[in-house]
């Protein structure tokens, strides 16, 4: 062995058994405690949460994959050579900021290049790892270069990526739980006007007219005409996503321009059933981590050079990203408003607002989904490598930074987390609903299951009529062929001779 340290060998057979039981108890351990979890939210008919639960175990799939890639990789990549000049450059940290002592163990650096040396086989202070990532440098320095990235730096790395998971599934659950709370506040709402409807079909009762500028969800909204009253739109917008997000009359109207564009022969859709089920269905999308986001992650990483702070701004990207996101959801609101009131003074029977796809960016409700994916998932980078570093190297490295720097790190971590939980979220789910076209969450699981089934199975008899038709033609078009072949040549034999 390179680096030298004790083999299992050499190793008691009760610590290798020990350590091994350890681990196995509890990998067994998570692994049932998610079986029963999944069982448990089958047994609810939560198909929607067991989808994300699934999600979330491919995403721990992956990361043992990583895991297991690092490890199997870390000695060859430790052993790629570059030079020296190349090694300085793009450093997260100067140079002279090194310090005495080495960052693990504390082990001076003396005493490491005394550790490097071939002749070197064990020392009782030094741990085996630390010890296998020296041969590496020591490869390179017979060569006059240094390794493209040690083992230690290549073990740091695989931390990382698994506090980078852990921290996203960890802060996305945790934000849409949350969220899911507050949109279950919603249910007392849906309740009361269930019951005014059932109240409202005595036929002795008269239909009531509504004034169009003095209802609650006009009136909150619509500011006027033109182009001033279209800034100030937009700025009242931007203020109301800081406190209560949806309130009753918010909820009341969607609710009814929802029913009566999608599915005007149910008055009694249970409207937060359907926004509930739409938004467990988005939560299995936002859990995982997609090629783009690590794309994201490499192009941080990269940004993360001496004196730049990168993730000080990158900090504000999530929150300013979040707003954006939050103003255009409540100017949806008042465009629905604006529409309304600009068409009528008054309307019979309750105000029944138009969905459209119109109001969203790019006409695509589902672009706002992809953006608070990408919010969350930034936000748990940055609070992510806070943790990292925190752990790995300490409050006063210096890939840390500053405390001027670090603490509105935080605060903004903290600020937009809640700030999606309690407000962004609840009315994304809401205002999604309020496109041209309805989700699948419409019907309940089992129909849904009943109605893929039957696209299926329809698609596969369209195709097979095709087939059908196909060789059909295909053999009718032989036939003409034969045919008239038969008859051109039974033509030339009846055919007198001069």
Not at 117 to 130: A, D, I, T, Y
């Amino acid at each position: 062995m390179a680096g030298g340290g004790t083999t299992i060998e050499y190793t008691p057979t009760w610590v290798v058994g020990g350590v091994c039981s350890v681990i196995v108890v509890i990998s067994l351990t998570v692994e049932r405690l998610l079986h029963k979890l999944g069982k448990l939210l089958k047994k609810k008919n939560q198909r929607n949460l067991y989808e994300a639960l699934q999600k979330i175990k491919e995403e721990l799939m992956l990361l043992g994959f990583i895991s297991l890639l690092l490890t199997v990789c870390q000695g060859f990549i430790s052993k790629i050579c570059i030079p020296k000049k190349l090694a300085k450059t793009w450093l997260p940290c100067r140079e002279n900021q090194r310090t005495k002592l080495h960052p693990i163990h504390g082990i001076k650096k003396d005493d490491l290049e005394f550790l490097s040396n071939p002749s070197f086989h064990f020392h009782p202070r030094v741990g085996r790892h630390l010890l296998a990532s020296e041969s590496g440098e020591y490869y390179c320095k017979k060569q006059g270069k240094v390794p493209l990235l040690s083992e230690t730096a290549l073990h740091h790395l695989h931390i990382f990526i698994f506090v980078l998971a852990v921290s996203h599934v960890t802060f996305c659950a945790l934000t849409v739980i949350f969220g899911g709370a507050k949109i279950h506040q919603w249910r007392k709402w849906e309740e009361s006007i269930i019951e005014e409807l059932q109240a409202s079909e005595n036929p002795v009762l008269e239909r009531k007219l509504t004034n169009v500028r003095e209802h609650d969800f006009v009136k909150n909204r619509f500011l006027g005409v033109g182009k001033r009253h279209a800034i100030i739109g937009w700025m009242q917008a931007f203020c109301k996503q800081f406190f209560v997000s949806v309130n009753k009359a918010d909820y009341t109207t969607l609710r009814h321009g929802f029913v009566m564009n999608h599915c005007r022969t149910n008055p009694k859709f249970n409207f937060h059933n359907y926004v509930t089920r739409a938004f467990e269905a988005d939560f299995k999308k936002v859990v995982g981590i997609s090629w783009h986001l690590w794309v994201i992650v490499v192009i941080f990483l990269l940004a993360n050079v001496q004196d730049l702070h990168a993730y000080f701004w990158i900090s504000f990207v999530p929150l300013i990203l979040l707003i954006c996101v939050g103003t255009k959801l409540q100017h949806i609101l008042t465009q629905l408003a604006q529409d309304v009131a600009e068409k009528h003074m008054a309307v019979e029977g309750d105000l029944v607002v138009k969905p459209s796809d119109d109001h969203f960016w790019l006409h695509k409700p589902k672009l706002v989904l992809t953006l608070i994916h990408i919010i969350l998932f930034q936000n748990s980078f940055e609070l992510a490598v806070f943790f990292w570093i925190l752990v790995q190297y300490g409050f006063h490295s210096c890939i840390m930074g500053s405390v001027e720097y670090i603490i509105p790190r935080l605060v903004i971590g903290v600020f937009v987390h809640v700030l999606c939980s309690y407000s962004i979220l609840p009315l994304y789910a809401i205002v999604v609903q309020m496109g041209s076209k309805f989700k699948k969450a419409i019907f309940k699981e089992n129909i849904q299951e009943g109605l893929i089934h039957w696209a299926k199975k329809a698609r596969k008899n369209i195709e097979r009529r095709n087939r059908l038709d196909g060789h059909l033609s295909r053999s009718s078009s032989l036939a003409s062929m034969l045919s008239r072949s038969y008859s051109s040549t039974f033509s030339s034999f009846r055919k007198p001779s001069n």
